[in-house]
């Protein structure tokens, strides 16, 4: 089985800085790799998605994420954060017959 | 298009008593999914039906049942809540297993 690790559960950032997720999987062999966003009492909306094409996967939002093999990584960023990036993000996996996903971070915006 | 819809959006219930949460989804999708979400544990699989006529557990099986009513419907039913159920419910479909899923808004449930 699949698990997913997102470092840190807790992200603040100032407006305008660089937003930084950290996510790594278990996984030896490519898999589909996801990043979800979900704002206040709201369902995960996707933001990009790995699917062993291109490494550098460009989302929604002006987020992208960078799939590197050797690390096992699936880093996502942001070059400037915005008041609108609040919010928490999921790192998932496609883990055989499902997705398997992170515990979450959640992003704080500050003035 | 409204994608995958949820109702209700609330609910309070008392122990013991049951309800049926609803999901419903436009997309034509073959596979569909509920977790629920609880502060600190991400999200956890319940059951999810890979197709049409078939439903599977996931993680948390215990004390809910499902329905794949038809291949836009999958319900979730509680027989007899508990406490330990209070959270906050997701429904979502994917086209085939393992894909991108689409969530619904989710049911707040709280069990007293």
């Known amino acids: 089985a699949q698990s997913v690790t997102q470092l840190g559960s807790h992200v603040s950032v100032s407006e305008g800085a660089l937003v930084l997720l950290r996510c790594n999987y278990s996984?030896?062999?490519?898999?589909?790799l996801f990043w979800y966003v979900q704002y206040p009492n709201q369902g995960l909306q996707l933001l990009l998605k790995?699917?062993?094409?291109?490494?550098l996967v460009k989302g929604i939002n002006g987020f992208e994420a960078e799939f590197k093999k050797s690390e096992t990584s699936f880093h996502l960023t942001k070059p400037s954060a915005h008041m609108s990036d609040a919010a928490e993000y999921f790192c998932?996996?496609?883990?055989?017959?499902?997705?398997?996903f992170g515990a979450g971070t959640t992003v704080t915006v500050r003035a | 298009n409204a994608g995958v819809t949820q109702t209700p959006k609330f609910q309070v219930l008392k122990t013991g008593q049951s309800m049926t949460l609803q999901c419903a989804q436009d997309?034509?999708?073959?596979?569909m999914y509920w977790y629920r979400q609880d502060p600190g544990m991400g999200l956890r699989l319940i059951y999810y039906?890979?197709?049409?006529?078939?439903?599977d557990k996931g993680e948390v099986p215990n004390g809910y049942n499902v329905s794949r009513l038809n291949k836009r419907e999958f319900s979730l039913r509680l027989e007899s809540a508990a406490p330990s159920q209070t959270s906050v419910y997701f429904c979502?479909?994917?086209?085939?297993?393992?894909?991108?899923?689409?969530f619904g808004p989710g049911t707040r449930l709280t069990v007293t």
């Open positions: 996984s030896s062999v490519p898999p589909y």
């Open positions: 998932a996996v496609s883990d055989d017959y499902k997705l398997s």
């Open positions: 039906s890979a197709s049409e006529g078939t439903t």
């Open positions: 997309m034509n999708h073959n596979s």
């Open positions: 790995y699917t062993s094409a291109a490494t």
């Open positions: 979502a479909s994917s086209e085939q297993e393992a894909y991108e899923q689409y």
